[in-house]
């Protein structure tokens, strides 16, 4: 009998003398870490567009671009022919009104946000000197115009192989048809050379230097 009352105090005092299991907070850690937006990949100006349109649309059913530029992101390494934001101005001619939408590869300044973005609704009143064009018109893509512009710039590629490259596409008076712009340098007031390309076709148009 002392021997079974000994054992039981023994099994007694080993039960009470385990320590508490420690609850984990991986989980609950793990859950309210928030993870950091991934870049997405730079676009031509064509598949930037196609997203932007798409809210334009839901914006104004008669929406027509008016003009698509690149935006160059310092912390964004685009290949030739395409950019790691990019605008574009719709105008609803039925009420008068236009919007520009950007999308970007990240969060930027200048108030750029990952993704399609819509600014501001403003006044619109048609003009001569840029006019809305279709989206069909858009068939040459902005990669494809810079390929364009440097078969025909090969005396140029060694000054211009550290300019930044930009592209506007747009309809004014200087062609009868959308054209893309593509030039060197920050803007086109400060740019020392330009390449105008058909964006219908494809084919060059014009160069300025």
């Given amino acids: 009998m002392r021997f ?17 299991k420690a609850t984990s907070t991986t989980s609950t850690t793990a859950e309210q870490k928030k993870e950091a937006p991934k870049t997405l990949e730079p ?15 839901s914006w104004a059913p008669d929406a027509q671009p008016l003009q698509l530029k690149s935006l160059q992101l310092t912390e964004v390494k685009a290949p030739a022919g395409k950019a790691g934001a990019w605008q574009c101005t719709f105008v609803s001619p039925g009420r008068g009104r236009a919007r520009s939408y950007t999308w970007s590869a990240i969060e930027s300044s200048g108030n750029l946000h990952q993704g399609v973005f819509a600014g501001q609704e403003e006044s619109y009143t048609a003009s001569r000197q840029m006019l809305p064009f279709l989206t069909a018109a858009i068939k040459a893509d902005s990669d494809e115009a810079y390929d364009e512009s440097m078969k025909r710039s090969t005396e140029f590629a060694k000054r211009l192989e550290k300019a930044p490259v930009n592209f506007i596409l747009e309809q004014t008076p200087r062609f009868p048809y959308v054209a893309w712009r593509v030039f060197w340098g920050e803007s086109v007031s400060s740019s020392e050379y330009t390449v105008f390309i058909n964006a219908t076709t494809g084919q060059f148009l014009e160069r300025v230097r």
């Fill in 4 to 20: 079974a009352a000994t054992l039981l105090a023994l099994v007694a005092l080993v039960g009470c003398s385990e320590p508490p």
């Fill in 43 to 57: 676009l031509t100006g064509r598949q930037a567009y196609q997203q932007m349109y798409i809210s334009a649309r």
